[in-house]
């Protein structure tokens, strides 16, 4: 459902529409502004979707009527259906996706079918019901297949991907990925494919292709900043700063983090701004500025809870927790935590409570409640045992902390040594860095110490491969522990001074961050300066228009010799029109060949003027036959019927013969052709109803 209107023009036609085409035009308007007014979208597909009931209760005698009410209602269901998936309304999803899919039943409309299955599909993804997605999915394919549908078939590879991913099928995962990308390059980002990218984009996260996936949003970020509507360049800033911080680009993170916030707080998006400083909060964390992380988190805390996001609350609140604990203030961070805990249960399970119990974990048993945490965890790491992503491995993480937190030092090593295998099976070097770290201060702990330095050791080198300075830290004050077991005080004072380095790293980090910051602010004073002398630059250039003026009158003489050439070129055609087949071909070769000899505006021209020799009424015809072809692929479809090849006919129109096929089979779609019929004698046969 893609409408060429403005929100005014759809308003208008929507004033003077009756029945099933008002309807639609409400479907269309409710998308539209679904890219800026949600609450205002959702009310006007309300209103369609209860016209459409209408149109239906009316139509049953009449089977025209009830064909075209079915489509419109529909297409008020999608619009529904839309508005619902964007506020995150899942079961509604769903409920109108399965109703609309019911209607359509018995109407050839397949990609509007299909495209309703893949917005039921990721419903139920983000409801894990994996099984049921895959099923819509499947069966979206089908008919994509059966009917030759490209884009939606691109989206459908991206959400089985996902889902492959999640199940542990890489191999799968990847193969479907590899068709969504495919697919997804014959679009150019076309604007209606921005979601498309966006989700492809989380693929790759998803796989841990961390790299790819920034190289392609920095390939598709310009284009989301231009075109996109606020929701999906929201979600694109999001993303791409969940990748950068996967690389270490923390400050790159946070400067998406506050475009996120500047774009949200415009469009008075408050659950949005709140998710943007609670990652702001968390960012600030990791850099070590507890107390600017307290202030973050303590805003978006206050939005949530206003919005009563009991998920999010409870993860900002263990957040906040940990940061005040880590600046000082153990007292309130030790009463955001026990809150924390005695709420924790109470909520069902999602992201956010997993991250809530990740935190706890770190300060038990102080924060009460440990034998929850054990269960909990020893849960998730029965449903989770063959989840193909890094869950798995930090689920054993945290049991492996969290028994030893509670002196059952035998089982956390068992759980360790769990996690660094799966590290390993997965091939993610922080995983087994901080897998071994954990393991080797376990080991020096009970006495091992010949395991604990190897261990230490291994941890060491891999932290250093995978850049994360977190884990790197981690490590060194693992290895300060174990030479202060040992006893070994040069050993450990080496190490002291090594977390030092990488504290002053951070430190430098913050003061390259506050230099950006001023240099913002005095790049604003010389772009004053720059304002008045480009003031004078003006008047310069209004002095060289002057000239400007009179070298056109030289530029239209020359035009003048082209329009001769462009005519001699029409005759030339007239005449090849009235010769047999062969004769046809020989002589547009041979114009075109003239057309080739000419250069810059004279070729344009000529171009011009060889297009507007042709067959009239033919295209006049076609245009009334097939109101959906444009101009160009009007002009093909004369071109084609004078059985020029695809080569000559790129030559003629100055493209490539790719942009030629992509023409032909846009052609074909609108003409409603089979797959295999020949394209030319199609033209023929409409040319033999004028």
């Known amino acids: 459902m893609k409408s060429n209107y403005t929100e005014s023009q759809l308003r208008e036609q929507i004033a003077r529409a009756s029945g099933a085409d008002k309807v639609e035009l409400l479907a269309n308007l409710s998308e539209l502004l679904s890219a800026g007014n949600l609450p205002e979208a959702q ?42 998936i964007l506020s995150f309304q899942v079961e509604r999803t769903i409920s109108i996706g399965q109703e609309a899919q019911a209607l359509l039943l018995d109407l050839e409309e397949w990609q509007l079918q299909a495209e309703l299955m893949i917005m039921t599909a990721s419903a139920y993804r983000y409801s894990e019901r994996n099984e049921k997605a895959l099923e819509q999915l499947q069966q979206a ?9 490209t884009k939606p078939s691109a989206t ?65 970020m310009p284009q989301f900043r231009k075109h996109a509507n606020k929701y999906h360049l929201l979600a694109a800033l999001h993303n791409y700063g969940i990748i950068l911080l996967a690389l270490n680009r923390h400050q790159q993170a946070l400067q998406l983090a506050e475009e996120r916030i500047s774009i949200a707080q415009e469009a008075g998006l408050t659950h949005i701004e709140a998710n943007s400083w609670k990652q702001i909060g968390e960012l600030y964390m990791q850099y070590g500025e507890y107390d600017r992380a307290s202030g973050a988190l303590t805003r978006a805390l206050a939005t949530f809870r206003k919005l009563d996001k009991q998920h999010l609350v409870l993860s900002v609140m263990a957040n906040l927790g940990r940061s005040y604990c880590e600046s000082g203030d153990r007292e309130r961070g030790m009463a955001y935590l026990r809150e924390t805990s005695e709420r924790l249960f109470q909520l069902p399970r999602n992201i956010e409570h997993f991250n809530a119990v990740g935190i706890l974990v770190e300060y038990t048993p102080e924060n009460c409640r440990p034998e929850d945490l054990v269960a909990y965890l020893l849960e998730e790491k029965k449903r989770t045992y063959n989840a193909g992503s890094s869950t798995p491995v930090r689920i054993r993480l945290l049991l492996g902390q969290l028994y030893e937190n509670l002196g059952s030092l035998q089982a956390a090593q068992q759980e360790l040594s769990e996690a660094l ?14 897998a071994l770290a954990s393991i080797g201060a376990l080991e020096s702990r009970i006495g091992d110490y010949e395991a604990a330095r190897q261990h230490l050791r291994s941890a060491l080198f891999l932290a250093g491969d ?68 480009l003031t004078n630059t003006i008047t310069s250039l209004e002095s060289e228009l002057a000239l400007l003026r009179r070298s056109q009158q030289d530029y239209e003489l020359q035009e003048q010799l082209g329009e001769k050439t462009t005519v001699g070129l029409k005759r030339c055609l007239r005449d090849a029109m009235e010769g047999p087949e062969k004769e046809i071909q020989e002589k547009l070769s041979a114009a075109l060949t003239l057309l080739e000899d000419k250069k810059g505006g004279e070729q344009s021209a000529l171009s011009g003027g060889v297009q507007e020799s042709l067959d009239k009424e033919f295209i006049a015809f076609l245009k009334q036959q097939y109101p959906k072809l444009t101009k160009q692929e009007l002009k093909v479809c004369s071109l084609v019927r004078m059985k020029m090849s695809t080569k000559d006919l790129a030559r003629l129109m100055s493209v490539s013969p790719r942009a030629v096929e992509t023409y032909r089979y846009r052609i074909r779609q609108k003409l409603e052709l089979e797959p295999g019929s020949d394209l030319v004698a199609a033209i023929e046969r409409i040319a033999q109803d004028m």
């Open 466 to 533: 995978c850049h994360s300075w977190t884990i790197r830290r981690q490590v060194h004050k693992a290895l300060l522990d174990h030479f202060e077991n040992l006893q070994d005080f040069r050993s450990a004072l080496d190490q002291f001074k090594e977390l030092q380095r990488l504290e002053h790293e951070v430190l430098f980090e913050q003061t390259n961050r506050r230099v950006d910051r001023l240099l913002v602010e005095s790049d604003l004073d010389r772009l004053e300066d720059q304002h008045a002398v």
């Open 156 to 220: 459908i590879y991206a959400e089985m991907a996902i889902i492959y991913q999640r199940e542990g099928n890489i191999e799968q995962a990847q193969q479907a990925l590899r068709r969504a990308r495919a697919l997804g390059d014959l679009f150019n980002m076309e604007e209606e494919q921005h979601s498309l990218f966006l989700l492809i984009a989380h693929v790759h996260a998803e796989l841990a292709e961390f790299e790819e996936a920034r190289q392609l949003f920095e390939r598709i």
């Open 43 to 84: 009310t006007v597909a309300n209103e369609a979707v209860g016209r459409g009931r209408s149109l239906i209760a009316e139509a049953r005698a009449a089977v025209s009527d009830a064909a075209a009410a079915g489509r419109a209602l529909a297409l008020a269901l999608k619009a529904q259906a839309h508005c619902s």
């Open 141 to 149: 394919l089908q008919i994509c297949q059966r009917h030759d549908l």
């Open 421 to 434: 295998a799966l590290g390993r099976t997965f091939d993610n070097l922080c995983l087994q860095a901080e």
